[in-house]
């Protein structure tokens, strides 16, 4: 009887596990590892959209007190604005221009510095130290080069030409400002594709040159397919941060001449800081938000057709 009850408990026991098994314990030691992180993206990037999204549902004056609902009034002014077109289009033009100069720039200069000759470590210093420099040290800098009796129209002028105004033009603004932003940021990804080119094997590179293959059919056939992941990183990157250049235009140009300069994030400054309409101001967040993630989401879902490994 005794030995009945002691294998009956036996077999209760052995059916009723306990609560904290191993494989909860170490579910439980995960989310305490990933907790840090979803808190700080929820109080810091889910909430502050929340906010911005109800902010632009409502009128928003700092000055007089009030904070008025006002449904899609501020969609409305969005589609009827007179400057968001040419603000759009001044956008697209700095986005684009820094993206391919940049990255054309950076992948030209890795190629380059890869190369076992004496003196690219000097270079690759050089070439990326501007990365390191404050943004706004920078940009003032270059601001006072790029006036009419500034550095560059001096430099111009040994050699007997005569420089523009460089950032009151119309035709000249955009792209100093351009130009400026590729010189201070190109260093980043230059590193970068330089890592990636260090990590191709040199036996592909012999084989194909045992084969007959000049040096421009063993880049395009051998260099940008396994480096292809290091262009996507880098192009998300880059065009992520063409789109939020804030501080540049800010410094050097003002937007101006006109609105030429005036990319979305800086007329978001204008609409919510200068004229203090905030809610806006906050509708053309959301907008400037649709843009980045229709833009990366593009880019993500275009891999499979161009980046190696990607089905």
Not at 127 to 139: E, G, M, N, R
Not at 233 to 253: D, N, R
Request: a positive charge; proline letters at 3%.
């Amino acid at each position: 009887m005794t030995l009945t009850r002691t294998r009956e408990t036996a077999a209760h026991r052995a059916v009723v596990s306990p609560y904290w098994t191993i494989r909860r314990r170490d579910n439980l030691v995960g989310y305490l590892f990933v907790a840090p992180q979803l808190v700080g993206s929820a109080l810091f990037v889910l909430l502050p959209l929340g906010l911005v999204l109800w902010y632009s549902l409502h009128e928003w004056n700092v000055l007089a007190g009030t904070f008025e609902f006002t449904g899609g009034d501020n969609y409305a002014k969005l589609l009827s604005d007179p400057n968001l077109g040419e603000v759009l289009s001044g956008t697209a033009v700095f986005s684009v221009g820094l993206v391919v100069l940049n990255l054309s720039l950076a992948l030209l200069l890795a190629v380059l510095l890869n190369q076992r000759l004496r003196g690219t470590t000097f270079f690759r210093t050089l070439f990326f130290s501007p990365v390191v420099v404050s943004l706004v040290a920078w940009t003032i800098v270059w601001r006072f080069l790029l006036q009419a009796d500034g550095g560059v129209n001096g430099l111009l002028g040994t050699a007997g030409l005569d420089g523009p105004n460089w950032l009151r033009g119309e035709a000249t603004a955009m792209v100093s400002v351009i130009v400026v932003q590729v010189i201070k940021n190109v260093g980043l990804n230059m590193v970068l594709f330089l890592a990636a080119l260090q990590g191709v094997p040199h036996q592909l590179y012999e084989a194909a040159q045992l084969d007959g293959a000049g040096a421009w059919r063993r880049f395009t056939r051998i260099t940008v397919p396994l480096i292809s992941p290091t262009i996507l990183l880098t192009s998300i990157i880059t065009v992520v941060g063409s789109l939020q250049v804030f501080a540049q235009i800010a410094v050097l140009t003002q937007g101006g001449p006109g609105i030429s300069t005036t990319v979305l994030v800086y007329y978001l400054y204008q609409q919510a800081f200068q004229f203090h309409h905030f809610g806006y101001g906050a509708t053309l967040s959301i907008l400037l938000f649709a843009i980045v993630a229709a833009l990366t989401l593009l880019q993500w879902r275009m891999r499979r057709k161009w980046v190696f490994h990607e089905s």
